[in-house]
Each structure stands twice: as C-alpha cells, then as structure tokens.
C-alpha cells in the first residue's frame, strides 16, 4: 500500500478500526489528503504500534 491509497474507501475502513479498537474516535481517524504520516502517527500514539504495522492492518481490511 503506497501512502495510504484507500481515500476511496476510507469511510469502511474507518468504521472497521472504530469497532477494533473502540479506543478510536473519529478525530484520531481524520484522513485529509497528504496528510496521512499525521494520520498514522496519531494512531501509531493512540494503539502503540509501528506505522508499518498500521499501514499492514489497514491495507487488509
């Protein structure tokens, strides 16, 4: 997954991180476009994960 290539389906994707880690809220999960190393970084804060974890997680739902 190249730089977050899903703003398409970011929505559902959004929705399954939300019911995973229902620690997430919509603010942590704010996808603007170039903006997704400041997307990732909150998350790699809010679940304790490397980016690269994160990215592997997404680019699987």
């Known amino acids: 997954m190249n730089k ?3 703003k398409g389906n970011w929505n ?3 929705g399954k991180l939300k019911q995973k880690y229902g620690q997430l809220t919509d603010d942590d999960l704010i ?3 170039g903006k997704d ?3 990732l970084g909150r998350l790699q804060q809010k679940l304790g994960k490397t980016k690269d974890e994160i990215r592997k997680e997404i680019a699987e739902f």
């Open 4 to 6: 977050l290539s899903m």
């Open 12 to 14: 559902e994707v959004k």
């Open 31 to 33: 996808f603007a476009e």
């Open 37 to 39: 190393d400041e997307l």
